[in-house]
């Protein structure tokens, strides 16, 4: 449980939008049910030229919920498009000092704010929560096991006071670490625009936080294809490029299970290669079924050892396309 707060600072909740008439009221509406004071909130929707009723919807909701603007984003600032100008140019309307950063497919939980806020020190610049997929389909709770499992290694090195990463649709920015790099604005685009601000904030000297806990677990539309999901992390990998050194260790590591297993397979006995092989996926289904636990939800061992090959068919089929003169498409534009 989450102890209350002793002071309930304003805060300002920043959502780019971009077409998500299927999401954003469904984002609005989660954002409704914090346990935060209303008046102590304003949210930002900037709609970034949206083609559907994206707009039309923020505005009806905001008509009965007056904490919450729809900025309409007609314009690029010098240096920035996408998602980083929206976010850019919702930062300069915000009129408190601690940006809470979600997207518009996002719901996030009722204790949020609290939590991020309870884990917000002197030093530090940013705060990350932890963010998994819904869905019953065997597509979408296999994604949902792969982004907790894949927070989960990254926690495991967060919680040795070594800075890994941030996830901008689940992330607490102090405005004097995000003015102190000149925000979006001021720092080199990137169609990962989260894991650049992370690296300019820890680059002024800040520290960061990752919380791991049910309290900061937002719940995000899984992609509804293998195309979808493909262009996703194809985005997400250009982000990785940017990892610490012992964070691509830990990836190395990692991969390289399969590289070295299948030679030594063929050339051993094949109950010890099996073995090897069991033992592996073993212990993945523990750490992942400890990494749910930590989260506060649950999963049958059918899919976790199904994880097993999700994670391997994805990872190669992403190694090829990291290869080819592909370039990246997203919300309807090409990077």
Known sequence: MVPPLQHFPRISI??????????????????DRLQY?????????????????????????????????????????RGTKGKPNVLAQLSQKATTDLFFFTDADIEVPVLWIETLLKNLKAETGIVTGITTTKGTRLFDRLQSLDWLYALGLMQVVADRKLPVSSMGNNMLVTRHAYEAVGGYAGIPFSITEDVQLFRQVLAKGYKSANVYCPETLAVSAPAPDLKTLYQQRRRWMRGSFHL????????????????????????????FGTTVYLLKVLCQSVFVHLCLRHAGRKTNWIDLVLLEGYVLFNSVVLLVLLFLPIKIKWKGRQY
């Open 37 to 77: 004071p209303k008046e102590k909130v304003e949210v930002l929707v900037g709609n970034d030229r949206s083609t559907d009723q994206t707009q039309a919807l923020v505005e009806e909701f905001a008509q009965h919920h007056p904490y919450v603007s729809c900025l309409p984003i007609t314009y690029d600032l």
């Open 14 to 31: 920043l959502i780019a939008a971009r077409n998500e008439e299927k999401h954003i009221l469904t984002c609005l509406q989660a954002i």
């Open 244 to 271: 610490p050194w012992y964070m691509w260790v830990l990836l190395a590591i990692h991969t390289a299970f399969y590289p070295v297993w299948i030679p030594f397979f063929l050339k051993a006995p094949l109950a």
